[in-house]
């Protein structure tokens, strides 16, 4: 890669502002712009008004504006296959892209054909068994040796919504019956049935160039809207960096039984990945276990866990790009991240756009990534446009004093029916091992 860089990000959340100020701060970074972006991505970058899957017009822009690399946010371009677009067309595939090819992003666009690449790898993960309408009855039978809770998930992409946790097994073969009948359209073609895993969830990232990788920090995310963890499942509420759980002895587990046989897998099935891999995991009695996989970084996660990488991260990315992650040297921030949601009234349900947010000139000590956001025409101020509005991420070498800040700083913020989890680390913090 030449000592300048022409970037452009796909995508228009949270995890992209966080990119984009992440890559902002690189010195070889000449022009950046996001596609399609968002208030945020605009103070820092250029705005494009081009959807994130329209790979012509996408084609087009890279061409004229010598675009040298691309790095894509989301998962729905990846596995529309937005690589393999760029590799096959002569004019694009000089670009460095970051991203798996489609049959890599089968890791998370199949929930099955990631599970039966965890079993040809011997991967830990729970038991399972995939199910289409025309085998209901094994489906059912199957659900029969299982203990509660039952866990269905939707095969394909359902935008975070497709799994359920059910206590009740007359009402799991009824949900069985509800998704394989288009509950969630095609995605649900499809269901992973799954033993469910008693434990501790967290998530871990890694970045391959198909060949090396390299461990990010790990993160633990919120789901549910509820204090407490209750309530139906959102895109992620909050996520704390690190985790105490994953201390040294876990986290070489995981490298050893989960990362090295994932990046060794997709070597053998000769799948060409270079990007980023979200590892979902379950810590049991110590022991991990893959819950799923994402091809790209998570949301909220990212915009804890890129705060405390201290290397330059366009680097670490041309590292990638270039099949050299071997020679990198990864440094963290020692201190912990602690990043608070906050969210449209409604939301997970539904809720109502365009209010004006002010008090972002009142926040100290924190970082501020929009995630729902869009200019207002009129005034030039942010107004929410999205279930998850603002992700307010603080840093302190206590733990408690960055949740602290994080909570002050987000209730400084004003807009109609705004609402956040004031207990975002507090199981983190008051974390005892079990085992």
């Known amino acids: 890669m030449n000592n300048t860089s022409n970037i452009l990000i796909l995508g228009s959340g949270g995890r992209e502002h966080a990119l984009a100020w992440k890559i902002k701060q690189c010195r070889q970074v000449n022009k950046l712009y996001v596609a399609p972006g968002n208030a945020g991505t605009a103070s820092l970058a250029t705005n494009i008004p081009i959807d994130a899957s329209d790979f012509d017009q996408?084609?087009?822009f890279c061409i004229e504006n010598q675009i040298t690399m691309v790095v894509v946010?989301?998962?729905?371009?990846?596995?529309?296959g937005v690589v393999d677009y760029f590799a096959g067309d002569p004019l694009l595939k000089q670009i460095a892209i970051i991203g798996p090819t489609q049959q890599g992003a089968m890791l998370e666009g199949s929930k099955a054909f990631a599970k039966a690449f965890m079993l040809r790898h011997n991967i830990p993960t729970a038991r399972y068994l995939p199910v289409k309408l025309r085998d209901i009855e094994n489906g059912i039978q199957f659900l029969e040796t299982l203990e509660p809770p039952f866990v269905l998930k939707a095969d394909g992409l359902a935008a975070g919504k497709g799994v359920l946790i059910l206590d009740d097994r007359t009402q799991a073969q009824q949900e069985l019956a509800a998704m394989l009948n288009g509950k969630f359209?095609?995605?649900?073609d499809e269901v992973v049935i799954e033993e469910y895993l008693h434990g501790i969830e967290l998530s871990a990232f890694v970045i391959t160039d198909g060949e090396n990788f390299q461990m990010l920090p790990s993160a633990k995310d919120y789901k549910r809207i509820g204090v407490g963890d209750t309530g139906p499942n959102t895109g992620g509420m909050g996520a704390v960096s690190p985790v105490a759980f994953a201390d040294k002895v876990f986290m070489d587990k995981v490298r050893e039984r989960i990362v090295k046989p994932t990046i060794a897998g997709l070597k053998q099935e000769n799948i060409d990945y270079k990007g980023f891999?979200?590892?979902?995991?379950m810590n049991v009695n110590g022991d991990p276990f893959v819950i799923e996989y994402n091809v790209r970084l998570g949301d909220p996660e990212t915009e804890v866990i890129l705060p405390r990488i201290k290397s330059d991260f366009v680097e670490l990315l041309s590292a990638c790009a270039a099949q050299k992650l071997d020679h990198f040297?990864?440094?963290?921030?020692?201190?912990?991240?602690?990043t608070v949601m906050l969210v449209s009234e409604g939301y997970p349900g539904d809720y109502t756009k365009g209010k004006l947010i002010s008090g972002l000139e009142n926040v100290n000590?924190?970082?501020?990534?929009?995630a729902g956001t869009s200019t207002d025409i009129t005034t030039g101020l942010p107004k929410t446009s999205g279930g998850r509005v603002l992700a307010v991420t603080a840093l302190d070498y206590s733990l408690e004093q960055a949740r602290s800040t994080a909570l002050d700083n987000a209730a400084r913020v004003s807009y109609d029916g705004k609402y956040f989890r004031d207990d975002i680390g507090l199981d983190v913090l008051k974390y005892q091992p079990l085992f």
């Open 185 to 188: 359209g095609k995605a649900s």
């Open 58 to 60: 996408l084609r087009v």
């Open 329 to 338: 040297k990864l440094e963290f921030d020692d201190r912990f991240a602690v």
């Open 277 to 281: 891999i979200f590892v979902g995991l």
């Open 73 to 80: 946010g989301p998962e729905v371009p990846l596995v529309e």
């Open 365 to 370: 000590d924190c970082v501020v990534f929009h």
